[in-house]
């Protein structure tokens, strides 16, 4: 399902989004619906952040987390498709 194809009720999805709440690129909205990821053609599941324009995703790095408890985010580069589920 593309963006054109999403009822009316659904917000468009941003080309940079992130589930953080406190990054600039978080839109609680998007979130009020089931959103998917496909990276490279597979569907993905452990998505932070992912921007479609720029071609990566941000994932964790197994269960590696900072000092403040949040896990530590790898960048993957590939072909970026956001779709509501």
């Known amino acids: 399902m593309t963006d054109a194809n999403a009822p009316a009720d659904r917000p468009a999805l941003p ?5 953080d ?7 609680a909205a998007v979130f009020e619906h ?7 053609g597979n569907e993905r599941f452990d998505v932070e952040e992912y921007c479609v324009s720029e071609g ?20 993957l580069k590939g072909a970026v498709e956001a779709f509501y589920r």
């Open 15 to 19: 080309d940079h989004l992130s589930i």
């Open 21 to 27: 709440p406190r990054s600039p690129h978080h839109v």
């Open 34 to 40: 089931d959103i998917g990821i496909r990276f490279n």
């Open 56 to 75: 990566w995703i941000k994932v964790p790095a197994g269960k590696t987390v900072d000092r403040k408890g949040r896990p530590l985010l790898i960048k």
